[in-house]
């Protein structure tokens, strides 16, 4: 494991993962859950986030999203990483639902033409519920998703939905991975 994918692993650890009983967003039970804006939103862990997602980025890339929240600091940190390495690439925000006043806008960010590649990212990934609602709001723009990359796939199901879909998928980190770091880090 590379310095920046441990220092990363560590800080979720330390910062994000907590053991418990939890409901997730996709009303599964959980012994364990992962606050991953607790290091999306820290300026170590956002930059850390967006250099590893940044180099998964798939070649062609023209913009990077998913759905508000937990996506959005995990997309601007890509964005700030992305001009720092010269391919600037801008972000967007998918709302969970279209705005009812304005221009009742579901996705918040450039205006792409249709067939336009974007990668979708959040930060943890149970049923895949989340990223696919993503995907329903910019497809429906004549968006082409590229690929969907996390932080953490918790292994319970949005890896087999998406590839059953059509749609690659990456993930930083594992359950299992991180949690074997937790334990020997404890």
């Known amino acids: 494991m590379n310095d920046l994918r441990l220092r990363l692993l560590t800080l979720i650890c330390e910062r994000a993962y907590r053991q418990g009983d939890f ?19 820290d300026a170590e862990g956002a930059w850390l986030t967006g ?9 062609g890339t023209q913009a990077v999203g998913g759905l508000t929240l937990g996506a959005d600091p995990i997309a601007t940190a890509v964005s700030v990483i992305s001009y ?9 925000i998918v709302r969970k639902q279209a705005k009812d006043h304005g221009a009742n806008q579901q996705v918040e960010g450039p205006k792409l ?29 004549g968006w082409q998703v590229a690929a969907i990359l ?22 930083l980190f594992t359950i299992p991975e991180l949690q074997a770091h937790y334990s020997r880090t404890r």
């Open 51 to 59: 250099k590893l997602l940044f180099e998964l980025l798939p070649e």
């Open 113 to 141: 033409p249709p067939r336009s590649r974007v990668v979708i990212v959040e930060d943890v990934v149970t049923t895949g519920g989340s990223a696919l609602q993503a995907v329903t709001a910019v497809e429906a723009l």
């Open 23 to 41: 409901t997730l967003s996709s009303g599964l039970k959980s012994s364990y859950y992962i606050d991953g804006k607790q290091v999306t939103l």
């Open 84 to 92: 720092g390495e010269g391919r600037p690439i801008p972000a967007f």
């Open 150 to 171: 996390t932080v953490v796939d918790r292994q319970q199901g949005g890896a087999e939905r998406y590839a059953s879909q059509g749609y690659p998928f990456q993930a």
